[in-house]
């Protein structure tokens, strides 16, 4: 069993509504000095011994299900 | 200027419904050999050099505003 990370951002240049919220609301909060804020999912599975290049399907699943490549990019971590 | 990443989680115990939705979808195009799936939150920031103790200051924003310490768990790292 392997446990598989998916790091899914917004591209850059695509307006990050999530992250605006949470730079504006840290700013009304009294912290200044935080800038370049982004908000980007997180996705966390384990995927079993049976399936042998995990990376590569991982990144099928990523291109099918997990991110909108139009507008998303991602990073795959397996441990 | 440090770059701040804060992973926040639901904690064990909650029931993950983007997780879920996440396990059923994949096992639905065909990957059975999926368990196990969490969805969280990633956000990034990056955060002045006129901020003294960050790591501090950064917990003291997650229990402010970026996460519900009722439910979620939090992890932060400063670079």
């Given at each position: 069993m392997a446990k598989v990370k998916v790091h899914v951002?917004?591209?850059p240049g695509v307006l990050d509504v999530q992250g605006k919220a949470?730079?504006?609301?840290l700013h009304g909060l009294g912290w200044a000095d935080v800038s370049n804020a982004r908000v980007g999912k997180m996705i966390e599975f384990d995927?079993?011994?049976?399936v042998e290049d995990k990376a590569a399907e991982v990144k099928r699943m990523c291109e099918t299900l997990l991110?909108?490549?139009v507008i998303e990019s991602y990073r795959i971590e397996v441990e």
């Open positions: 951002f917004l591209k949470v730079e504006g609301a995927i079993g011994d049976g991110a909108n490549t």
